[in-house]
């Protein structure tokens, strides 16, 4: 019996351990954000920087997309700001971005709110896999400076453990 408690005690330190050691990810000059290991990065082009990370059990991938639309687009940050202040931007943020996701793609919630201070569009987004379950995806778009970031976990078939989606999303820290 002893040695039973043992080894869960053992596994629950592990567990905690390698929920700590997330690796901290500088996304631009203005955001850093922590993955759960190395995330791959692609750069595109324009001003774009990409980096995913799928999940190791294949439960989840995180997502984080920034676009700086001074690069992408000319636009300066005084521009952007008052552009952002207006209710159909957002709206029609929303709608690009759900609409590139397919007629499969189902909006469940969208909701301005914040994000460490920050104004932000949270969008809730539910899509049949291939594998004929639902992948949840929850999206955090917010602008800093002259740069467009989305925030974004994919639940895999419910499968994701929620407290990583919600260290993920806490990990945000604006330089």
């Known amino acids: 019996m002893k040695k039973i408690i043992t080894i869960v005690a053992l596994l629950t330190a592990s567990v905690s351990n390698a929920q700590t050691s997330w ?5 631009s000059s203005n955001l850093v954000v922590s993955f759960p290991a190395k995330p791959l990065k692609n750069e595109p082009a324009n001003g774009k920087k990409i980096f995913i990370l799928k999940h190791a059990d294949s439960t989840a991938n995180y997502i984080v997309v920034s ?5 992408s687009m000319g636009i300066d940050e005084a521009t952007l700001t008052a552009e952002m202040e207006k209710e159909e931007s957002w709206e029609q943020a929303k709608n690009a971005l759900v ?4 007629a499969e793609a189902t909006l469940i919630k969208d909701e301005m709110t914040t994000i460490k201070g920050n104004k932000a569009l949270k969008l809730i987004i539910e899509r049949e896999n291939d594998k004929g379950g639902i992948n949840t995806l929850t999206i955090f778009i917010f602008v800093k400076g002259t740069v467009s970031y989305n925030l974004m976990f994919n639940s895999r078939g419910g499968k994701a ?9 806490d990990s945000v820290e604006f330089k």
């Open 23 to 27: 690796e901290k990810v500088e996304i």
């Open 67 to 71: 676009s700086d639309l001074g690069i």
């Open 99 to 102: 609409g590139s996701m397919g």
């Open 161 to 169: 453990d929620e407290k990583m989606k919600q260290q993920f999303f």
